[in-house]
């Protein structure tokens, strides 16, 4: 998805780097961050190129990670409420056979039980390492 078309609350949590930037041109969170960089940036009157270059040299993209197909995200410094919300976002981000390979700091089985209920028939779920302190989990994107 492009960087213009994903909310500000998105980008704030995916890459959290981008803090800056958007604060300088006075792109928040009012609203709950639910607007996409395109209408913020509209609303701020701040030319969005302008903002889509300066995030792309503080190494926030739209290219990267998912270009690739897979993406890590290690949730283990995020507050806990916004865990959740940004591996689904990351992993609805994937194209399919993209993997996410997900590290946290206690056993995400919680999560497990979310993507079977929410995400049926599109998620393999294969643990890598499990615990005590690390829990290392590939999430593949099957349909």
């Not at 395109?38 to 009157?45: S, V």
């Not at 929410?118 to 643990?127: L, N």
């Amino acid at each position: 998805m492009p960087l213009a078309e994903r909310t500000v609350s998105e980008i704030l949590l995916r890459w959290p780097e981008s803090g800056p930037v958007l604060e300088a041109r006075g792109i928040d969170t009012c609203c709950g961050g639910m607007h996409t960089l395109k209408d913020a940036a509209a609303a701020h009157e701040v030319p969005l190129e302008d903002v889509l270059a300066e995030l792309a040299e503080s190494g926030v993209s739209d290219a990267a990670p998912e270009a690739s197909g897979e993406v890590v995200v290690d949730v283990r410094e995020v507050v806990p409420r916004d865990r959740h919300p940004l591996i689904f976002s990351t992993f609805d981000g994937l194209p399919a056979g993209g993997m996410l390979t997900l590290v946290n700091d206690h056993d995400p089985k919680p999560l497990f039980y979310q993507f079977q209920a929410e995400r049926t028939g599109q998620a393999s779920w294969e643990p890598v390492e499990e615990g005590p302190q690390r829990w290392v989990i590939h999430i593949r994107k099957t349909a």
